[in-house]
């Protein structure tokens, strides 16, 4: 039986743990070749810890493990040259691109008085022109193919709701689902369709950490996850702290596979309920 995107090849950027690793293994465990990348080094902005190379090292070996190939690369999705050469790559090994999940991105919390103006640019350049300098480059590759595609871009329940504390993430957000309408229209011509994903609190590292459990929990000085646990599910329709990577991986794949031919242009929330919570 084939997977569902066999004999596709996917880019995903942000791949070293959390949501983009799980994009990369889900979308070969359903038969795609990938394309990987993250940067996997400091960022001023994030406070919480980041991968290290060899983190995109184990994705690369689970990659391989599920006998796919895989191109890898460390690479800051800010930087236009760096892309060029690994769609430059994709081209020379692979020949083909057929799905973009661009990932890579951080999360900064800060009341709109304490942000300052690099504080701003640096969430903004990383969770939204590196999401439009990544796809950019992709598109002609796709398009090359003559094939169609499909582009899954990650927002966030953030790009629908003014989150408290965040509000250069939630502008970031917010440009990413404009992007994603943009591109729908612009490339439906050519059989490319592109949509959102909106995960809400997500179990992994970004979400994971002393901020954001400081963030729900000011009270305390140091709260932990099981001080926030009520608070968080509190959030949600659902009774659940926060979804798992796979439950947008899941998603991602649906998105990019045959079964989903026909959608391009929509908003798709995974948030158990966040967003739908009106009490």
Not at 156 to 177: D, M, P, Q, R
Request: glycine share 10%; hydrophobic share 45%; net charge negative.
């Amino acid at each position: 039986m084939s997977g569902r995107v066999e004999g596709k090849v996917a880019l995903v950027t942000g791949a070293a743990r959390g949501q983009g690793r799980s994009h990369a293994v889900r979308l070969a465990e359903e038969g795609a070749d990938l394309v990987i990348c993250d940067l996997c080094g400091p960022i001023d902005a994030v406070k919480y810890p980041l991968p290290e190379a060899a983190e995109l090292e184990e994705t690369v070996a689970m990659v391989e493990k599920l006998d796919r190939r895989v191109i890898s690369r460390r690479l800051d999705v800010r930087d236009g040259e760096a892309l060029d050469d690994l769609m430059a790559q994709c081209r020379s090994e692979f020949g083909r691109l057929d799905i973009v999940a661009p990932q890579a991105g951080i999360a900064s919390y800060a009341m709109n008085q304490e942000i300052d103006d690099e504080l701003w640019q640096e969430v903004v350049d990383i969770n939204l022109t590196g999401v439009w300098k990544t796809v950019r480059r992709a598109i002609p590759l796709i398009t090359e193919g003559g094939r169609g595609g499909a582009i899954v871009l990650t927002s966030s329940v953030a790009g629908e709701l003014g989150l408290y504390g965040l509000a250069h993430y939630v502008a970031a957000k917010h440009g990413v689902i404009g992007i994603m309408r943009a591109l729908a229209n612009e490339l439906g011509a050519d059989g490319i369709r592109v949509n959102a994903i909106l995960p809400g609190t997500v179990n992994t590292p970004m979400a994971a950490n002393d901020a954001t459990y400081k963030l729900f929990r000011p009270d305390l000085e140091a709260p932990t996850v099981d001080d926030v646990d009520a608070a968080m599910r509190g959030l949600n329709l659902i009774d659940t702290r926060w979804v798992e990577a796979r439950d947008i991986s899941n998603a991602v794949v649906w998105l990019a596979s045959d079964e989903a031919r026909f959608v391009t242009g929509v908003e798709l929330p995974v948030d158990a309920g966040y967003i739908a919570k009106t009490f």
